[in-house]
């Protein structure tokens, strides 16, 4: 069944000289991270993503600034405003994201758990709908071929 993205809140292990936080393999992330990724230095008013992946999923940190990441999936659309290094947006399976409102001093990191593949990526916004549509219609017969249970 498709799982949309959701915020995972990670612990400040700080104190009175500051803030840390630590973040382990399949600990603080539900995934082996097999790659790590930063953006920054985005210019004013530049909307970056604009794509869904058909199988990576990634944990999205904004470690400095603040930023907007629209998501599309399933048969909601939702907004995640990120602005604490002590949040991470836990986004996979087929989401339709893009990044927006980066302030200047964004400071984006992304850990992932597979490789850059761009054969991973679907970039065209129609394509990503009949994907979609397509995983609506399989996830509602497997629910249908699923034996329902009777109360004895
Ligand atoms: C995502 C959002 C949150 C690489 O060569 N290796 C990499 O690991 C990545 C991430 C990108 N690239 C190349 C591919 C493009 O030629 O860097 C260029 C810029 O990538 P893109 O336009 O996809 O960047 P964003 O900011 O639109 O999207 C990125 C990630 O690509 C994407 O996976 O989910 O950040």
New binding site residues.
């Given amino acids: 069944m498709t799982i949309g993205p959701n915020i995972i809140h990670f612990k400040d292990l700080g104190d009175q000289r500051g803030c840390l936080v630590a973040i382990e393999n399949l600990r603080q992330i539900p995934f082996e991270i097999k790659?790590v990724?930063y953006?920054y230095g985005?210019r004013h008013g530049v909307v970056?993503?604009?794509?869904a992946?058909r199988k990576?999923r990634?944990v999205?940190i904004c470690v400095k600034g603040s930023l907007d990441?629209y998501c599309e999936y399933a048969n909601e659309r939702k907004l995640f405003r990120l602005d604490k290094p002590t949040m991470g947006l836990d986004?996979g399976g087929l989401v339709w994201?893009?990044?927006r409102n980066l302030s200047e001093d964004c400071v984006?990191l992304?850990l992932?758990n597979d490789?850059?593949n761009?054969a991973?990526?679907i970039?065209d916004y129609q394509e990503f709908l009949g994907e979609k549509e397509g995983m609506i219609h399989a996830e509602e017969g497997i629910q249908r071929r699923s034996p329902s249970y009777s109360k004895h």
Avoid: K
């Avoid at 970056?48 to 794509?51: A, Q, S, V």
């Fill in positions: 790659r990724y953006i985005t970056r993503g604009l794509h992946h990576l990634q999205l990441i986004i994201h893009d990044m984006l992304v992932a490789f850059y761009e991973d990526y970039r």
